[in-house]
């Protein structure tokens, strides 16, 4: 941040020529903090209500935990697709820092406290995509949504989800992670009055197709109300299941 232009601008607010709400909107396009191979945008939370995450996959261990210091300076730290190399670079500069491999993520401060309602549900299918579950349920908890997991409730035993309807249709949102074919969203779907969050996996054998075969069933869902985010894209799921938590209640028929 530039230390003459946040001053003039808290300058400004002090004297009254400036009202308190232009000066947010102000904040919202200050510069971002060049680590030359990152440019940390700490102005984030104001745009979008939650900090910037660390993507680790491709950077290395210490790339990642100069970013981890700067953001822990400013609050709560998520990075994800997290080794324990990643970890350890991160923890021996903050050593508060959690590992969570289940969701193959690092944690830097305290999970914020979450009201009992609303509340989301995240399902998988089989074992095999509880990582990417874990990604999501994760991402939600970090945005102080509350969040309840089922695991292993795949099309091929329906008894084992139909046991949690009542959980489900009390929900905000609801994400469901499935690989092989696909099909456990467009059940979720015409089962809840919430939005479905569908996250298809590259677990499956060949015809699979790394998860191409559960994305394209997932986009053809003749359910209403399921959406789709990109292969194994747990986090992106958990964020969209944070932002409608958080929205404003309404009141269905």
């Known amino acids: 941040m530039e230390v003459e232009r946040l001053r003039a601008l808290l300058e400004a607010v002090a004297q009254g020529r400036l009202s308190v709400d232009d000066a947010l909107s102000a904040l919202r396009d200050l510069p971002y903090q060049n680590l030359e191979f990152a440019r940390i945008d700490h102005h984030r939370p104001l745009r979008k209500g939650f900090p910037e995450v660390i993507f680790c996959q491709g950077k290395t261990p210490e790339q990642v935990a100069a970013i981890a210091v700067r953001l822990a300076e400013r609050g ?18 903050l050593p508060e820092a959690v590992y969570h491999p289940q969701a193959r993520s690092i944690t830097v401060g305290e999970l914020p406290s979450a009201p009992e309602q609303p509340y989301g549900v995240v399902l998988s299918a089989g074992t095999a995509d509880i990582p990417v579950a874990e990604e999501a349920a994760l991402t939600a908890r970090m945005m102080g949504v509350r969040v309840e997991t089922r695991y ?17 249709q009390g929900a905000r949102a609801v994400v469901v992670v499935a690989g092989m074919e696909g099909a456990l969203p467009s059940v ?5 009055r919430c939005p479905v969050i569908a996250v298809p996996t590259s677990v499956g054998y060949g015809a699979h197709f790394g998860g191409l075969a559960p994305l394209l069933t997932m986009l053809n869902s003749c359910a209403p ?16 299941l944070g932002l409608i938590a958080q929205s404003e209640a309404t009141t269905l028929p």
């Not at 979720?188 to 809840?192: A, C, E, I, N, S």
């Not at 109300?225 to 969209?240: L, M, R, S």
């Open 76 to 93: 709560r730290v998520l990075a994800t697709r997290a080794t324990e190399a990643h970890f350890e670079a991160v923890r021996a500069r």
């Open 225 to 240: 109300g399921v959406v789709v985010v990109n292969i194994d894209n747990g986090f992106g799921a958990g964020y969209c």
């Open 188 to 192: 979720v779907g015409g089962l809840v």
């Open 152 to 168: 292993d409730v795949g099309v091929a035993g329906l008894h084992r989800l139909l046991e949690h309807l009542p959980l489900l």
